[in-house]
């Protein structure tokens, strides 16, 4: 049931989840207001009752009052304010039972009222002489009627006690309800809003530090529909397309340190095979008389430089292939940091209409407090009788306020997880920037591997001329001695071939380096 619960929770979008929470918490608020409300107007028909029978009461002791002075007195003000209470007190008591007022206390009442009227009616019918002797059935009877009516009194304050011990037992299970929903709404929203933050908030973070191995806890994130769970996937996404990018930029990056290796052993032996060259070339220049006997040593030479010649061509192409090989990783590097850069442009913007739900949350918990406080107030003027609303008034503040409490702390949540965004958006962008001075420098060295396999065809070339030379040397002496000049200059440029390759060589291993540097940064 509860996972089935978690399930269906994960499948509806942020907004509705703390729609349907707050709706909750706001119905159950307006549930114990209502019920408030209804207690107080139950509390006020009660005490009016209790006021008409008080005048009841006192309305009889007046009649009595007033059939006394009668007697001491007759005279006939007297007799016409005796007529007078009893006239009200009749139609205070056909008012109660229009009220709704029953009972046999309300019967004995008015049998009391009425047959203190029949003898009063006696009296005012009575000679002087009659009216002025004791009359003890009419003292029985105003004593009855007073009975009677404390009786009512007694019976009207029971029954608006039991009223308000009722009343606020409701709205005490009101007001455990309102919590308990309260704090299932609190409970379901950390549940389904503020861990889901935290674990994303932590995977980010483990991804700016180069930490490309970190997962998120159980599969739950793969059965959400709402926003959360698609930001959850969509950055373990970014995570494997990172890691795998990163894992053929290592390879390749390996790749061009090796042949940057081999390309700078293959410089070294050029290099030594153009001073060899320059050597012989010198021997030639000086010994002239002594070429014929050293021409084939001569040819041998050039057939050798002519293969490592061909041979640096051959590295170079291939320094050449891997270079661009690298190039070519370096730009999907580059295409896969833009998209991660627009990733958490959207999760900024996610974060923004949270944002913006939270402040309208705020705004009607602020709302709901003032209410509260203006309902306490009028419930403090109003004394004994407003002390239920006054509860009620607490315990919508005590919601209002805790309602706050919880807006703060997913507000700050969501800063937190907007300021890791930022962060990481900023390391996206430093990736970027490095991603495209390495594709630079890179493209710099293809440059060179370019200029070496020039050199090298060039070098190869001079050779099959050095070889020609060698073999006419025994027929033509002149041709000789001018061959010998330009075989001269051949070999002090390749010389500065060679020095260039050489320090394009070893450029390009430190580019190699600097690069696997970069990569090794980021744990798979």
């Known amino acids: 049931m509860y996972d089935w619960l978690v399930l269906q929770l994960g499948r509806m979008n942020v907004s509705l989840k703390l729609a349907v929470g707050f709706g909750i918490c706001l119905l159950l608020t307006l549930l114990v207001l209502l019920g408030g409300i209804q207690g107080l107007n139950e509390q006020g028909a009660y005490s009016e009752r209790l006021t008409h029978i008080g005048q009841l009461d006192g309305g009889a002791r007046q009649a009595e009052l007033a059939r006394l002075r009668y007697q001491l007195e007759g005279s006939a003000e007297q007799a016409q304010r005796l007529r007078s209470v009893l006239g009200e007190l009749q139609a205070g008591s056909e008012r109660l039972a229009r009220d709704g007022l029953a009972g046999p206390r309300l019967d004995a009442l008015?049998?009391?009222?009425?047959?203190?009227?029949?003898?009063?009616?006696?009296?005012?019918?009575?000679?002087?002489?009659?009216?002025?002797?004791?009359?003890?059935?009419?003292?029985?009877?105003?004593?009855?009627?007073?009975?009677?009516?404390?009786?009512?009194?007694?019976?009207?304050?029971?029954?608006?006690?039991?009223?308000?011990?009722q009343a606020q037992w409701h709205q005490a299970l009101t007001a455990l309800f309102a919590l308990f929903f309260g704090a299932l709404s609190v409970w379901a929203i950390n549940r389904q809003i503020v861990r889901p933050l935290h674990e994303s908030l932590e995977l980010a973070e483990h991804i700016a530090q180069g930490d490309l191995s970190r997962d998120l806890g159980g599969d739950l994130h793969l059965q959400r529909r709402d926003e959360l769970g698609q930001l959850q996937r969509t950055m373990l996404r970014m995570r494997?397309?990172?890691?795998?990018?990163?894992?053929?930029?290592?390879g390749s990056v390996g790749q061009l340190a090796t042949a940057a290796d081999e390309l700078s052993a293959v410089t070294e032996q050029t290099r030594a095979g153009v001073d060899s060259q320059r050597l012989e070339t010198e021997q030639v220049a000086?010994?002239?008389?002594?070429?014929?006997?050293?021409?084939?040593?001569?040819?041998?030479?050039?057939?050798?430089?002519?293969?490592?010649?061909?041979?640096?061509?051959?590295?170079?192409?291939?320094?050449?292939?891997?270079?661009?090989?690298?190039?070519?990783?370096?730009?999907?590097?580059?295409?896969?940091?833009?998209?991660?850069?627009?990733?958490?442009?959207?999760?900024?913007?996610?974060s923004g209409k949270i944002g913006s739900v939270l402040d309208v949350i705020k705004s009607v918990a602020e709302q709901t407090n003032l209410l509260a406080l203006n309902a306490a107030i009028e419930a403090a003027r109003a004394g004994e009788a407003g002390r239920g609303f006054a509860v009620v008034a607490d315990e919508v503040r005590a919601l209002a306020q805790r309602t706050q409490q919880s807006t703060a702390e997913i507000e700050a949540l969501i800063a937190a997880l907007q300021r890791g965004a930022e962060d990481a958006a900023q390391c996206m962008d430093d990736s970027r920037e490095l991603t495209g001075d390495s594709v630079e420098l890179t493209r710099r060295a293809g440059d060179a591997l370019a200029a070496i396999a020039r050199s090298v065809a060039q070098i190869q070339d001079m050779?099959?001329?050095?070889?020609?030379?060698?073999?006419?040397?025994?027929?033509?002496?002149?041709?000789?001695?001018?061959?010998?000049?330009?075989?001269?200059?051949?070999?002090?440029?390749?010389a500065a071939a060679s020095q260039q390759t050489a320090a394009s060589s070893n450029e390009l291993a430190r580019l190699g380096s600097d690069l696997q540097g970069q990569v090794g940064r980021f744990r798979l």
């Open 110 to 165: 008015r049998q009391a009222l009425a047959d203190y009227a029949r003898a009063a009616d006696d009296l005012l019918r009575a000679d002087a002489q009659q009216r002025g002797q004791a009359n003890p059935g009419l003292d029985s009877r105003a004593e009855a009627l007073f009975r009677a009516s404390g009786a009512l009194f007694e019976e009207g304050l029971q029954q608006r006690d039991a009223a308000a011990s």
């Open 240 to 250: 494997d397309s990172l890691g795998e990018l990163i894992g053929h930029i290592g």
């Open 286 to 350: 000086s010994a002239i008389e002594e070429m014929a006997a050293t021409v084939q040593e001569v040819a041998r030479n050039a057939e050798q430089a002519s293969g490592a010649a061909r041979q640096a061509d051959a590295q170079a192409r291939d320094g050449e292939q891997v270079v661009g090989q690298a190039i070519a990783r370096i730009d999907q590097l580059a295409a896969e940091v833009e998209r991660s850069t627009q990733a958490m442009a959207r999760l900024r913007g996610d």
């Open 463 to 494: 050779n099959l001329q050095i070889a020609s030379a060698a073999e006419q040397q025994s027929s033509v002496a002149a041709e000789i001695s001018r061959s010998v000049g330009q075989v001269r200059d051949i070999a002090e440029q390749s």
